[in-house]
C-alpha cells in the first residue's frame, strides 16, 4: 500500500472511531485498540477471540467460560499455590490431563496451567495482561521425591500477551518448567486413596524487586 495512505480500523463495526488511520500507524493503533480481539487464550484448545487492550476482559473469559475461580491467599514477599494431580498413561480419547488455577498477587493475575501427557508432564504460569507495566515476576515449581529430597524448577514470568506475539511469529515462548513423565512417574509419585497416581506440587510466584 502506498505511503501515507490513510485507512480505517478493521474493526470500525464492532465499535471503534478512530478513522483516517496512517497505513504505516496501523499495528501501533492495534496496540491500543479496545475492539482488536486476538486469540489470546492460555488454555490449550481455546480458540475464543478476546481483546487483550480492555482490562479485565481476558481474566472475565478464564473465570465465565473455563470456570476457574480466583485463588487469593497471598503473602508480601511471594506467593504459593499447592497443588495436587494424577498421573498415569493417557488413552486415544483422552490425550491430555490439564488442570488451572487463577492467582491474585501484588495486584496482577496469573494463571496456572499444569499439564501431563505421555511424554511429558509441564506447567506454565501466565501474567494476564499487557507487557508494559506489569512488572517482573518468577515462578517456581518445587516437589518433594520419593527420597523427600527437594527439587525446583525456576522461569521468568511472561505474559498473555508476550505469549501471543511470540505464537504468531512461530517463536518458542521460555518459562515452561517441563519433566518428562515417565521420571515423574519414577520419581515423584504416590499412590492415592484410590489407588492411582498422584503427584503434589508447589508453584510459588514471586516479584523481581531489583
Not at 500500500?1 to 492495534?30: F, Q
Not at 495482561?129 to 512488572?135: C, H, I, R, S, T
Request: aromatic share 8%; hydrophobic share 30%.
Amino acid at each position: 500500500m502506498a505511503e501515507g495512505v490513510s485507512v480505517d480500523c478493521e474493526y470500525k463495526n464492532d465499535g471503534c472511531c478512530d478513522e483516517n488511520i496512517v497505513y504505516e500507524t496501523l499495528e501501533l493503533h492495534y496496540d491500543t485498540c479496545m475492539y482488536h480481539r486476538v486469540q489470546c487464550c492460555p488454555i490449550d484448545g481455546c480458540e475464543e477471540m478476546i481483546s487483550m487492550n480492555r482490562k479485565g476482559e481476558l481474566q472475565e473469559h478464564i473465570e465465565n467460560v473455563h470456570k476457574v475461580m480466583v485463588i487469593d491467599e497471598c503473602g508480601e514477599k511471594e506467593t504459593v499455590l499447592r497443588k495436587g494431580m494424577r498421573v498415569g498413561k493417557m488413552n486415544a480419547s483422552n490425550q491430555h490431563n490439564m488442570g488451572w488455577s487463577l492467582v491474585q498477587y501484588q495486584k496482577q493475575m496469573f494463571i496456572v496451567v499444569s499439564k501431563q501427557s505421555n511424554e511429558m508432564f509441564s506447567v506454565t504460569v501466565t501474567g494476564l495482561g499487557k507487557q508494559n507495566g506489569f512488572g517482573k515476576f518468577f515462578a517456581e515449581m518445587r516437589m518433594k521425591d520419593k527420597n523427600n529430597k527437594l527439587c525446583t524448577w525456576k522461569e521468568e514470568v511472561h505474559t498473555s500477551e508476550e505469549r501471543y506475539h511470540a505464537k504468531m511469529k512461530k517463536e518458542t515462548c521460555t518459562s515452561y518448567m517441563k519433566i518428562h513423565t515417565k521420571d515423574i512417574i519414577r520419581n515423584f509419585t504416590t499412590n492415592g486413596d484410590d489407588g492411582q497416581s498422584k503427584i503434589n506440587f508447589e508453584i510459588i510466584i514471586s516479584q523481581c524487586t531489583k
